[in-house]
């Protein structure tokens, strides 16, 4: 089912579609089903979901008027992958000083641990465990939120220890546990502006790379985007190396070069994200694929859906070049910035 059908079965309310997938609105933060009767939301703020859970862990509630969350999947592989993922759910709630295996969700499920990994990763595009270690990341941000100790925060995720939390923080947060439980206070962010022919561009790093590559129409906007993440980080104009990768972006588009600029980057992303991203900095400049064709390319045919959802995602949409990817029907489908600056890079490209 394409992103056109879901949105159509969306602005008919159609009862047949639920079960199917449930969407997001990014200006509400709400996610329901197809047929709420809720009023039609714009399609530029519509993010589509395969499973319920998929928009909760993508930070959408559900919908108290359609109740989304209590609908009953149709399609047994989804079914499966939801009786999966509320399964890690409860084990990080209810057991997290036990570490979640398998062969325990494959006892719970009544699968073999093959079969049960296959068709889990068949939907979502990543492993069960994957997931379970991209919801534990999750619920220590929660926690810490909530007021809890580093420490307090890793037990109660399920981490075991903070140890191990800060073995992989680079990879996972972008900075110490520590300084993310205080709302980035301690970390340094940098951001400069420029102009150039996709607008205003807004670009951000911190002293281990560029973290943000935003393009809009208001620099006060943008600045906030930015901090929404990290309320208390220490984000300045033009500092350190930033003013030096600003202009190397600059002057790659200035010069009109098709090798993109060799900077440092900074990106958290979950462990499929960071697969897609891999996967994109592979397509040439001039060069197109489908979102298909990237997930077939990364072994995992069926997670098409999954592929667009990082490309919608990608902090940095200019180095990692998720524009060079296309819908199975040759047309342009979805841009964080805007279907305009799509077409203007692809332009811009396909002219060198």
């Not at 862990?57 to 047994?76: E, N, S, Y």
């Not at 940098?190 to 022919?197: K, P, S, T």
């Not at 959802?309 to 949409?317: F, H, K, L, M």
């Not at 841009?335 to 305009?340: D, I, N, Q, S, V």
Request: glycine fraction near 10%; include cysteine; charged fraction near 25%.
């Amino acid at each position: 089912m394409t992103n056109d059908s879901r949105l159509n079965a969306i602005l008919t309310r159609d009862k047949a579609e639920d079960g199917k997938f449930v969407y997001g609105v990014k200006t509400t933060g709400i996610y329901c089903r197809p047929s709420c009767p809720a009023r039609n939301p714009k399609p530029e703020n519509v993010r589509f979901f395969d499973l319920p859970e998929l928009a909760e862990a993508d930070g959408f509630r559900a919908c108290r008027r359609c109740r989304p969350d209590l609908v009953k999947i149709a399609d047994p592989g989804l079914s499966l992958a939801r009786q999966i993922c509320q399964l890690i759910e409860r084990h990080i709630t209810e057991k997290a000083d036990e570490k979640l295996s398998l062969r325990w969700l494959a006892s719970e499920t009544g699968y073999s641990e093959d079969h049960l990994s296959r068709s889990f990763k068949k939907i979502l595009g990543i492993s069960p465990m994957d997931y379970y270690d991209n919801r534990r990341t999750i619920a220590f941000k929660e926690n810490v939120k909530a007021g809890e100790t580093v420490s307090e925060a890793a037990y109660g995720a399920g981490f075991g220890s903070s140890s191990r939390l800060y073995e992989k923080a680079h990879a996972r947060l972008g900075m110490t546990p520590a300084s993310y439980a205080k709302g980035g206070a301690g970390a340094e962010i940098a951001y400069a502006f420029a102009d150039c022919f996709l607008g205003l561009m807004l670009v951000a790093g911190t002293r281990h790379g560029v973290c943000a590559i935003y393009f809009g129409d208001d620099k006060e906007a943008l600045v906030d985007e930015l901090a929404r993440e990290f309320p208390q980080a220490e984000i300045a104009a033009d500092v350190g190396l930033l003013a030096d990768w600003t202009k190397v972006i600059v002057g790659f588009l200035q010069e009109s070069s098709t090798v993109l600029p060799e900077i440092p980057l900074d990106m958290y992303g979950t462990a499929f994200q960071r697969r897609v991203w891999q996967a994109l900095l592979q397509i040439g400049p001039g060069k197109t694929k489908t979102y298909r064709e990237l997930a077939e390319g990364m072994g995992a045919p069926k997670s098409a859906r999954a592929v667009g959802r990082a490309c919608a995602t990608n902090p940095v949409s200019l180095i990692v070049p998720c524009h060079r990817v296309i819908g199975t029907d040759g047309k342009l489908h979805g841009y964080r910035w805007g279907l305009e600056r799509k077409e203007a890079l692809r332009s811009w490209e396909g002219a060198q």
